[in-house]
């Protein structure tokens, strides 16, 4: 009884501590602005200072931000796809192949995915002016597949190791090629591994801000946690905080949605391997 009273407690806690700032929020982008600038206390807003959907109509009326959500999602979805397809095949090439320097390449894609990643960007700056990808959608993909793809090799790589040799031989014994067997049964047998390293690059794309900032300068390519910082309103000294706070929220729904759609993927992916026998 003490252990469930002490499981509820603990659980209790840490969904405060977690969703105390989603309710924040949420709450700052339901407020008017003049309630804002004079301090309304509390967390849900008051008859007078609620503003209802208008923070989020005039968020979503801003050509800046829909342009900034278009640049995040079509960023995101290439850097995703283009880093799960070569992992996977790298992946799998380190978990089946017996070649010199394996463990190497291993030790480096960890050593890329751990490099800061504020050390790149003043080098990235001054490169991508002059090949000229500076403000372009190659020049984001990129740096975020050098972070990614490295990640991603080592998630798969370990679920390419736990399916068994036998299942792809079986596969060539019936007639498939080698290539038929990696696409019919190896990946469909990894594909919680698959999920976990598309939604770590997926996030990772999505929520960058260092890379967004600094090799971008106009709304050509700024992702959307870039472009908020240059929601200035009217007034430039006064920003308007309970816009921002609809468009922070906004630009959250699409991770909401992923996660809750691919939950049991990823949960299957992170906890795959962890308990034995």
């Known amino acids: 009884m003490k252990q469930r009273v002490g499981l509820v407690v603990g659980v209790g806690l840490i969904l405060v501590w977690c969703l105390l700032p989603v309710v924040w929020i949420v709450s700052l982008s339901l407020k008017d602005a003049v309630a804002v600038t004079n301090g309304s206390p509390g ?4 008859d007078g200072a609620f503003a209802g959907f208008d923070n989020y109509r005039d968020a979503w009326g801003n050509d800046q931000f829909r342009r ?14 283009l880093s799960v397809i070569l992992a996977t095949l790298a ?6 192949l017996e070649f010199r320097g394996k463990k ?30 500076y403000d372009t ?35 060539q014994v019936d007639g498939a090629t080698s290539w038929q067997a990696f696409r019919k049964v190896i990946v469909p047998l990894a594909a919680p591994g698959v999920f976990t390293a598309a939604i770590l690059t997926f996030f990772f794309a999505w929520n960058d801000f260092v890379f967004g900032i600094t090799l971008t300068s106009t709304e050509a390519a700024r992702p959307i946690p870039a472009s908020l910082s240059f929601f200035v309103g009217a007034d430039p000294f006064n920003r308007p905080a309970s816009l ?18 691919f ?15």
């Open 43 to 46: 967390f849900f807003p008051a």
């Open 244 to 261: 921002l706070a609809a468009g922070a929220v906004i630009a959250t729904i699409p991770i909401v949605i992923i996660v809750l759609i």
């Open 68 to 81: 900034a959500i278009i640049n995040s999602l079509g960023i995101s979805l290439i850097s995703t796809t």
């Open 104 to 133: 190497l390449v291993l030790t480096t894609a960890l050593a890329i995915a751990m490099f800061p990643v504020v050390a790149l960007v003043s080098p990235l700056f001054d490169m991508w002016r002059a090949v000229g990808l």
């Open 137 to 171: 959608w190659p020049g984001l993909i990129i740096p975020y597949m050098s972070f990614t793809l490295p990640l991603a090799i080592w998630t798969l790589a370990a679920f390419f190791r736990e399916i068994p040799w036998e299942l792809e031989q079986a596969a």
């Open 263 to 277: 939950q049991r993927k990823i949960v299957a992916g992170l906890t795959s391997g962890a308990v034995k026998g």
């Open 91 to 96: 992946a799998y090439a380190i978990a089946r």
